[in-house]
Nanobody, 115 residues
Framework: QVQLVESGGGLVQPGGSLRLSCAAS????????MRWYRQAPGKERELVAAITSAGNTNYADSVKGRFTISRDNAKNTVYLQMNSLKPEDTSVYYCNTRDPFRTYWGQGTQVTVSS
């Protein structure tokens, strides 16, 4: 079965960096687009970044120039490098993929940006 396991979250000061990882299993990773979403308390879940199977990327305007999504198909892992972090980036970050039948989510990893 499809499994997505996020890691790498934590507490970081404003201006700092974190790298999130999402280890995938149970499907042909290289054939699927992967996405990172985030959800802050009281807010809707929002798309942060996406990467296609071909490696094309797109980003939410709020993170452009600060975040980078990448993938390592040999390791079945997608990454989110987050630089110049701001307090408003504080959220639970979720890894996501979908096939024609359903959408899959990881359990999420908490990122807190605070001094």
């Amino acid at each position: 079965q499809v499994q997505l396991v996020e890691s790498g979250g934590g507490l970081v000061q404003p201006g700092g960096s974190l790298r999130l990882s999402c280890a995938a299993s149970g499907f042909t990773f290289s054939s699927y687009a992967m996405r990172w979403y985030r959800q802050a308390p009281g807010k809707e879940r929002e798309l942060v970044a996406a990467i296609t199977s071909a490696g094309n990327t797109n980003y939410a305007d709020s993170v452009k120039g600060r975040f980078t999504i990448s993938r390592d198909n040999a390791k079945n892992t997608v990454y989110l490098q987050m630089n110049s972090l701001k307090p408003e980036d504080t959220s639970v970050y979720y890894c996501n993929t979908r096939d024609p039948f359903r959408t899959y989510w990881g359990q999420g990893t908490q990122v807190t940006v605070s001094s």
